[in-house]
Each structure stands twice: as structure tokens, then as C-alpha cells.
């Protein structure tokens, strides 16, 4: 993957999102999900991800932070700019994210759909002093387990039925179907009556569809 930008303009790039989910935490006290969906909103991620120098490297991350707040139509009185950025866990954030999108050439939204910021500040206390290749390298690991197929929803394609029609022939709500197929709920918890007629409508046995590596661990 080619980056959108050169690598001279990495640091500085890295050092304002810092700076940006930093002032926009500690100083304007938002969730930093919150101001990252705002970032998305604003447009400031896409021209960010795509390398337009008055993002990256045109404005302080204090500056981008407050662009990207305004451009929201959130009203608010802003806080003078802070004269360090460098320690908390929130400019660490910011930072690895900005190398993590440099170095994938993935979208801001793209990387947003699979992890969220709540999620990488859970990375700071074991990675904050590593390479920031092995963030990149756990992040994918992480993607790559969230975006592979449940059996559930292997056997239903197989099978050729979409989550409407299986809904209907096993009864199990549409909602709850979709949620067993992306893992936001285990299957291998779901109830007795729910697995077996997910099973039955699909013509298999009940351990085709449950997932073994939750079964052992």
C-alpha cells in the first residue's frame, strides 16, 4: 500500500493528532469516540487520511481540534491550548492512529468501522513504548479476527439463505441472528431452543454452527 503522503510529513502528522485527540479530551473534556466520530463528520478525516497538507501539517492538532468542533455546530467557549502534549495516553492515541492510517493506507471511517478509539486507548498500556509496528501489527491481528466469517454465517451461505429467511424458518429474531453472525454475541451462549432451530433450518448439526475456539477457552 502506497501512503497518501510522504514520510517527511509523518511526524509532524502523527504529532498534531496527538495534539488534536489530546486538547479535545483534557481540555474540551469530550469522549474521544465522540470527537473521532466528529473528525468523520467534518470531513477533516478524510482530507487528513488523504494527505492535504493544510490538515496534516497546515494547522496545529489544537487547531484541527477546534476546526473540527466548529464544523460540527457544537457550541462551545474553547480552552486555551495546553503547552504539553506529550504524556497522556489520549495524545499516544491520536498519535499511533495516525500512523496506523499512514501506514495501511485504510480510511479513518474504514478503521473507525473495526476498532474504536476506546479500543486503542485499551492498547496504551502495553504498547505505548513499543515500535509503532507492533501496533500496526496487533491491530491487524485484531481486525483480521473481527472480520472473518462465524460458521453460522458460512453455513447459511452455503446453504444459500439470506438472515431474513433464516430468521423466518427458526423463528430466532433478525437482530439476534445478525448479532450471533458478526460476534457481538457469542453463539456458544445463545439458548438451547435458539441453536437447535438455527440448526434445524439450515439442515446441520447443532456443532457445525457453534464456534470451537470460544467452546475452549
Known amino acids: 500500500m502506497i501512503p497518501a503522503?510522504?514520510?517527511?510529513?509523518?511526524?509532524?502528522?502523527?504529532?498534531?493528532?496527538?495534539?488534536?485527540?489530546?486538547?479535545?479530551?483534557n481540555a474540551c473534556m469530550m469522549d474521544m469516540d465522540d470527537f473521532m466520530h466528529l473528525f468523520l463528520a467534518s470531513g477533516y478525516g478524510d482530507g487528513f487520511g488523504k494527505g492535504s497538507p493544510g490538515v496534516i501539517v497546515g494547522m496545529s492538532g489544537t487547531e484541527l481540534a477546534m476546526a473540527v468542533i466548529s464544523r460540527s455546530g457544537k457550541?462551545?467557549?474553547?480552552?486555551?491550548?495546553?503547552?504539553?502534549?506529550?504524556?497522556?495516553?489520549e495524545y499516544w492515541c491520536g498519535w499511533?492512529?495516525?500512523?496506523?492510517?499512514?501506514?495501511?493506507?485504510?480510511?479513518?471511517?474504514?478503521?473507525?468501522?473495526?476498532?474504536?478509539?476506546?479500543d486503542i486507548y485499551k492498547l496504551y498500556p502495553t504498547l505505548h513504548e513499543a515500535a509503532e509496528e507492533k501496533f500496526t501489527d496487533t491491530v491487524n491481528a485484531l481486525l483480521a479476527k473481527r472480520t472473518a466469517s462465524t460458521r453460522l454465517q458460512s453455513r447459511r451461505k452455503i446453504v444459500?439463505?439470506?438472515q431474513a429467511e433464516l430468521s423466518r424458518r427458526s423463528g430466532v429474531n433478525?437482530?439476534?441472528?445478525?448479532?450471533?453472525?458478526?460476534?457481538?454475541?457469542?453463539?456458544?451462549?445463545?439458548?438451547?431452543?435458539?441453536?437447535?432451530?438455527?440448526?434445524?433450518?439450515?439442515?446441520?448439526?447443532?456443532?457445525?454452527?457453534?464456534?470451537?475456539?470460544?467452546?475452549?477457552?
Open 5 to 25: 503522503y510522504s514520510e517527511q510529513y509523518l511526524h509532524d502528522a502523527m504529532r498534531n493528532l496527538g495534539e488534536a485527540f489530546d486538547y479535545a479530551a
Open 75 to 89: 457550541k462551545m467557549a474553547f480552552p486555551d491550548a495546553q503547552t504539553e502534549y506529550e504524556c497522556s495516553a
Open 96 to 118: 499511533i492512529l495516525a500512523f496506523y492510517q499512514w501506514e495501511t493506507g485504510l480510511s479513518f471511517r474504514d478503521i473507525n468501522d473495526y476498532i474504536s478509539m476506546k
Open 160 to 162: 444459500g439463505m439470506t
Open 174 to 217: 433478525l437482530r439476534t441472528l445478525q448479532q450471533y453472525e458478526s460476534g457481538a454475541k457469542s453463539i456458544n451462549k445463545a439458548s438451547v431452543q435458539n441453536v437447535s432451530a438455527l440448526a434445524g433450518a439450515l439442515g446441520c448439526g447443532i456443532d457445525d454452527i457453534l464456534e470451537f475456539s470460544l467452546m475452549m477457552s
